[in-house]
């Protein structure tokens, strides 16, 4: 019965990366498929490669932080686990159905911790764990802003001059080929790992 459970429960972790999937990893295959560089198929293929190769060139840190520096691994529990999960499915599908920018971060760790405080109480969260992962989903972006902001000034400096505009558009479609396995890499370094973060903690609660 627990294996049957723990199956279960491996499913439900699957489902959310299926819906994290749909909400957060078309951002790396947006702009390929709306310049036609790539095919909707195409470009799926092309993310989903990318998406999988990223714990080769990145490693499982990601992983790890989920599995163990969220809640103490003593109350973790396949119950918990689900709970968790099923919350975080539930908010992401709301914002997608309201068209609303959120993240999967935000839903799968508020969602263990909240099933982890309704089992034990606010004692069984990590403080240093939750304080390095909720600096950096606010730090991210910013981040993400500011180099984004730098990267199409330095693009519009060296580029200016340039005269021959096909010459220059065909070099810009082949990077965004390189772009978009880059977004794909840094979304299967970072979002897709929390599923193997929650498999992992599964795998401790049994």
């Known amino acids: ?3 049957l459970l723990l ?3 491996v499913a439900v972790a699957l489902g959310f990366d299926y819906v994290n999937g749909f ?3 078309a951002n790396s295959i947006a702009t390929v498929v709306s310049t ?15 998406n999988f190769a990223a714990f080769l060139v990145f490693g ?17 529990s396949i119950g918990m686990i689900f709970a968790g999960l099923v919350g975080a499915i539930i908010w992401n599908l709301i914002t997608f159905v309201f068209g609303l920018p959120t993240s ?11 099933a982890a405080v309704a089992k034990a109480g606010f004692g069984v969260l990590i403080a240093d764990g939750l304080r390095k992962i909720g600096v950096f989903i606010v730090l991210s972006p910013l981040i993400g802003l500011a180099m984004g902001l730098l990267l199409t000034l330095l693009i519009f400096w060296v580029f200016h001059r340039t005269r021959s505009t096909e010459r220059l558009n065909q070099g810009f479609r082949i990077g965004q080929l390189f772009s978009a396995a880059a977004f794909s890499l840094g979304h299967g370094a970072n979002d897709a790992q929390k599923t193997m973060g929650i498999i992992l903690a599964l795998l401790i609660a049994s």
């Open 23 to 25: 909400h957060d990893a």
């Open 60 to 76: 499982d840190a990601v992983a790890a932080t989920i599995a163990n520096d969220v809640v103490v691994q003593d109350v973790l």
């Open 1 to 3: 019965m627990d294996d």
């Open 7 to 9: 199956v279960l429960v």
């Open 104 to 114: 999967s971060s935000h839903a799968l760790v508020g969602g263990m911790a909240g």
């Open 36 to 50: 036609r560089v790539l095919s909707p198929r195409a470009a799926v293929i092309w993310a989903a490669f990318f």
